[in-house]
C-alpha cells in the first residue's frame, strides 16, 4: 500500500494551489509515498526516548569545577590550631571559604545514550508518519523557477506552498540554487535527506521535500545505511537478478583438476597422523634446544618432582641455585636438578646474594 501526494512546482503554488489534495498539480505529477514509512502507527514513547537520546548527544559535557585540592594557594594553616575560639581551619580553600574549592561539582563527562540504529529508524517514520496524516508533508519539484538564485522567489513559491511558521526543507546538497535561496530566511531550517532526523521533524510545523531529495531519501544513503528498514520489491528483484547473472563455477566431474584437489577432504586418519608427526617432531626439538648442564644435571619431570639423586633446584634465568633448607628452596619452580652444589657452581649458577657470605663463613669454619 502507498500513499499519493501532489507534486506542485512553482508555477503552480503562483496559482494559489497549496495543500497537498489543492485542485492544481497536474503539470507536475504525482509521487507514490511508501506505507512502510509515511504510514506507521506512532509510537510517541519511542519518540520520546529517542529525541532525548538526540538532545542528550548535543551536550558538550566541559561543565568543570576545582575541588579544595585543584585550588591554587591555601597551602598555609590559616590560623593556630587552639587558643583563637574559633572553629580549628587548615586551609583557606576548603568549600566553607569564598574562593575554595567546591563540593560535588560538575566534571567533564559525556552525555550521550545508546541508542539502536532500528529505533531511530522507527522513531523518524513514526514522526514522518504523523505529518503525513495530518495534510503537514509536501512535495515540489523546485522552489526557484531558473538557473539564478532568488531568497524573495523562493520565499514567495514556500508561503504558497506552507502557510506554517516553521518549515523544514529537505533538499540535495548538489541544489545549490535551493540552498542560497533559503538559507537566510530564519523560519526555514534546511536539511540535506541524510541528515533528516527525528528532532527536527518534530519542532517544524511542516515538511517541504524537494522531488529529487524525496527519491534520495527513499533510496537510501549510498554505503549501506539504508534509512529504511525494509527493502522493497524491486530492490529485492534486483538483487535476484544479479545472483543469477553470476556464473556458477563447475564442481565435480567438471571442476578443474585444481579446484577439485581444493574440494577433496583428507581422511581423518591422515590428519591424525600429522598431528602426531608434529608433535613427536615438537618433543624432539625441545630435547635437543635443552642446555647441557653438565653429568651430574638433570632435566625436571612431568610432575616437577625432585628426581632421585638430585637435590639442589636451579633456575635458569636468574641463573642462582637454592640448597635444601634455604629461604626460597620451596618457592623456586626447578628448570635444572643438580645432584651437588659443586655441579650446579660448574654449570655458572651461583648462590643467592643473601645466602652467599654464609656459604663463605661456613667453608672457613670447615
Same mark, same amino acid.
Given at each position: 500500500m502507498t500513499l499519493s501526494l501532489t507534486v506542485q512546482s512553482p508555477a503552480d503554488a503562483e496559482s494559489g494551489s497549496a495543500k497537498s489534495g489543492a485542485k492544481a498539480g497536474a503539470k507536475a505529477g504525482k509521487v507514490e509515498l511508501p506505507a512502510e514509512i509515511f504510514d506507521v502507527p506512532? #509510537? +510517541?514513547?519511542?519518540?520520546?526516548?529517542?529525541? +532525548? %537520546?538526540?538532545?542528550? %548527544?548535543?551536550?558538550?559535557g566541559t561543565a568543570s569545577t576545582k575541588t579544595r585540592g585543584e585550588v591554587r594557594g591555601g597551602g598555609k594553616k590559616p590560623y593556630r590550631q587552639k587558643g583563637t575560639g574559633r572553629a580549628r581551619q587548615g586551609s583557606t580553600r576548603a568549600p566553607q571559604f569564598v574562593g575554595g574549592?567546591?563540593?560535588?561539582?560538575?566534571?567533564?563527562? /559525556?552525555?550521550?545514550?545508546?541508542?539502536?540504529?532500528?529505533?531511530?529508524?522507527?522513531? $523518524?517514520?513514526g514522526a514522518l508518519s504523523d505529518r503525513a496524516r495530518n495534510d503537514r508533508l509536501f512535495v515540489? /519539484?523546485?522552489?526557484?523557477?531558473?538557473?539564478?538564485?532568488?531568497?524573495? #522567489?523562493?520565499a514567495a513559491t514556500l508561503a504558497k506552498v506552507s502557510t506554517a511558521r516553521h518549515v523544514l526543507v529537505v533538499a540535495e546538497r548538489t541544489d545549490e540554487i535551493t540552498w542560497k535561496s533559503l538559507r537566510n530566511i530564519s523560519t526555514v531550517h534546511l536539511l540535506e535527506p541524510g541528515q533528516l532526523n527525528t528532532y527536527d521533524v518534530l519542532i517544524s510545523d511542516e515538511i517541504?521535500?524537494?522531488? /529529487?531529495? $524525496?527519491? +534520495?531519501f527513499l533510496a537510501g544513503p549510498i554505503k549501506g545505511k539504508s534509512a529504511k528498514a525494509s527493502a522493497s520489491s524491486a530492490e529485492v528483484d534486483e538483487l535476484?537478478?544479479?545472483?543469477?547473472?553470476?556464473?556458477?563455477?563447475?564442481?565435480?566431474?567438471?571442476?578443474?583438476?585444481?579446484?577439485?584437489?581444493?574440494?577433496?577432504?583428507?581422511?581423518?586418519?591422515?590428519?591424525?597422523?600429522?598431528?602426531a608427526d608434529v608433535t613427536e617432531q615438537a618433543d624432539d626439538t625441545? +630435547?635437543?634446544?635443552?642446555?647441557?648442564?653438565?653429568p651430574d644435571s638433570h632435566l625436571p619431570l612431568d610432575d616437577d618432582a625432585e628426581p632421585a639423586g638430585f637435590p639442589i633446584k636451579g633456575n635458569a634465568s636468574s641463573m642462582l641455585y637454592h640448597v635444601p633448607g634455604s629461604a626460597f628452596y620451596k618457592r623456586t619452580i626447578a628448570e635444572?636438578?643438580?645432584?651437588?652444589?659443586?655441579a650446579a657452581e660448574a654449570a655458572g649458577f651461583e648462590l643467592p646474594p643473601s645466602q652467599r657470605g654464609k656459604a663463605a663463613s661456613e667453608e672457613e669454619d670447615n
Open positions: 506512532t #509510537n +510517541v514513547s519511542l519518540i520520546h526516548q529517542v529525541v +532525548v %537520546a538526540q538532545l542528550a %548527544a548535543a551536550r558538550q574549592g567546591v563540593v560535588h561539582g560538575p566534571r567533564p563527562r /559525556s552525555y550521550d545514550q545508546r541508542t539502536p540504529k532500528k529505533m531511530k529508524v522507527a522513531a $523518524l517514520r515540489v /519539484s523546485s522552489l526557484v523557477t531558473g538557473d539564478a538564485p532568488s531568497t524573495k #522567489n523562493a517541504v521535500f524537494t522531488k /529529487s531529495a $524525496l527519491d +534520495v535476484v537478478v544479479a545472483d543469477e547473472a553470476v556464473e556458477a563455477e563447475p564442481v565435480g566431474a567438471e571442476a578443474t583438476p585444481a579446484k577439485a584437489a581444493k574440494l577433496t577432504k583428507k581422511p581423518a586418519t591422515a590428519d591424525v597422523t600429522e598431528k625441545e +630435547v635437543a634446544d635443552a642446555p647441557d648442564y653438565g635444572v636438578w643438580f645432584r651437588t652444589a659443586e
